[in-house]
Nanobody, 113 residues
Framework: QVQLVESGGGLVQPGGSLRLSCVAS?????????MDWYRQAPGKQRELVAS???????KYEDSVKGRFTISRDNAKNTVYLQMNSLKPEDTAVYYC??????WGRGTQVTVSS
């Protein structure tokens, strides 16, 4: 059974950067997965932030375009989310997800001075 484990969250000041990682394990062929990053802020619905297909095509939610970059390393079974120019409204729990509807447990990102 595939498992997704996120890491890299933390507390950062506005304008700062973080890189999130999500490692897949437990089976499946990672290079066949499409991978997504979602986030959920307190009191809000979970929203799709960025996605990358198995062919490397990427999409972004409008509010993060130009600031966030999703990438993948199939040799390491890992997908990344590089987050730059962070804003307080980016504060949320960030989740990794694949096209087989597997979810990670999330990693907290807090942007505050």
């Amino acid at each position: 059974q595939v498992q997704l484990v996120e890491s890299g969250g933390g507390l950062v000041q506005p304008g700062g950067s973080l890189r999130l990682s999500c490692v897949a394990s437990g089976g499946g062929i990672f290079l066949l997965f499409s991978m997504d990053w979602y986030r959920q802020a307190p009191g809000k619905q979970r929203e799709l932030v960025a996605s990358i297909t198995n062919g490397g095509i990427t999409k972004y939610e409008d509010s993060v375009k130009g600031r966030f970059t999703i990438s993948r390393d199939n040799a390491k079974n890992t997908v990344y989310l590089q987050m730059n120019s962070l804003k307080p409204e980016d504060t949320a729990v960030y989740y990794c997800h694949n096209n087989f509807n597997t979810w990670g447990r999330g990693t907290q990102v807090t942007v505050s001075s």
